[in-house]
């Protein structure tokens, strides 16, 4: 790549590198056409039924740890896809969870699950609940990730006062969370783009429509683990462009440019997006109507870049690239550098959830 000591934003002296690389330069990566386990049926009764596939995390041994958020259980399998056990249960007593349960981390015999209704942790070990807790924060905590016992989240910052009719994008913080109660805000950037139509009655609100537009930007977020510091990497995905930040203080460090991976909007990609606001009503609405109008009025030249980003066990860095098309597309890149690698097409129906050992594990809808 190509580097250069340029001023960012107000950020004067980051290094900002250029990388030439095009999705066509890199090596192509597949799938088997045949996965070598599914676990799951659409009928019957027992622990491969669920209602709803949340988190899907592979582990050490090559077992599989799957979530069903309508039933607030952590159902544990074999290699084999025999039946281990499950953990926890619906309910918002200690180790239950609401229908949002996040698996952030892995680790032996012990599991760190994530209530993102009750923003509380979970811990088990050997399949039984050990303990639990609730960081406090200023705000919703989402997204969360641990690195060995320290946990970062990401939340949303809110209105200060009524937001304007419009598309508005409020700020998003990043930042660490400790089991003492204690939550510490290291970065803020731009979050993610909603529409906002507020009806009035009689000069006062009586309603406030809140949706996100086609080609809407956002906000992503994964952490590293680097030795002697944590790297925060990601950013907004205006273009494609990842950030990296000191876990320590929250100090932009470093800026990654990846132009031939940007994609411009095309007259397809808007047709394709009418056609998906069209296809949510069964008439034509008023609020089909308003959704029609706003991607008229707020096509941006570039997509999104991304929507998806972590590391795996071997030190690489997955990005699911935001592509319009049937299938999900994510490109790798080596973790020390940034450099990319590979970039990987999975087939339509497939959501990639967790790399490991040079498995992928996900959830397939058809």
Do not use: C
Request: aromatic share 10%; glycine share 12%; hydrophobic share 35%.
């Amino acid at each position: 790549p190509s580097t250069a000591e340029v001023a960012l934003g107000d950020s004067a002296g980051i290094p900002v590198r250029t990388f030439p690389h095009t999705p066509d330069d890199l090596e192509s990566w597949s799938v088997e056409a045949t996965p070598l386990l599914e676990i799951g049926s659409v009928t019957g009764e027992g622990p491969t039924v669920f209602a709803r596939v949340g988190a899907v995390r592979l582990t050490g041994d090559a077992g599989v740890i799957v979530t069903d958020e309508l039933a607030g259980e952590i159902r544990t399998f074999r290699p084999d896809g025999a039946y281990r056990g499950s953990m926890g249960g619906s309910g918002e007593g200690p180790g239950e969870f609401g229908n949002s349960i996040a698996l952030p981390r892995i680790a032996g015999d012990t599991v760190y699950a994530w209530d993102g209704r009750a923003r509380r942790m979970s811990l088990f070990f050997g399949g039984a609940f050990d303990r639990g807790w609730i960081p406090p924060s200023e705000a919703s905590v989402s997204d969360v990730t641990l690195v060995e016992d320290r946990l970062y989240g990401q939340s949303s910052i809110g209105f200060s006062g009524p937001p304007e009719t419009g598309l508005n994008r409020p700020g998003t913080r990043y930042g660490r969370l400790t089991p003492d109660g204690s939550y510490e805000s290291l970065l803020e950037v731009a979050g993610p783009e909603r529409y906002i139509d507020i009806q009035t009655s009689a000069g006062s609100i009586s309603a406030i429509a809140v949706f996100q537009t086609p080609f809407a930007r956002g906000a992503f977020f994964t952490v590293a683990d680097a030795g002697s510091h944590d790297r925060i990497l990601g950013g907004p995905n205006d273009r494609f462009v990842l950030h990296e930040w000191d876990a320590n203080d929250g100090a932009l460090v470093a800026v990654q440019r990846y132009p031939g991976f940007d994609d411009l909007v095309t007259e397809d990609d808007v047709e394709r997006a009418r056609e998906g606001i069209r296809e949510r009503y069964d008439e034509p609405l008023a609020r089909m109507r308003t959704e029609l109008e706003t991607l008229v009025e707020n096509i941006p030249e570039y997509a999104p870049a991304f929507d998806r980003i972590w590391p795996d066990d071997a030190g690489r860095l997955w990005l699911r690239h935001t592509a319009r098309v049937e299938g999900e597309e994510w490109f790798v890149l080596e973790l020390d550098d940034l450099t990319p690698i590979a970039r990987l097409k999975l087939p339509a129906g497939f959501t990639l959830k967790d790399v490991r050992d040079g498995l992928l594990a996900g959830r397939w809808r058809d």
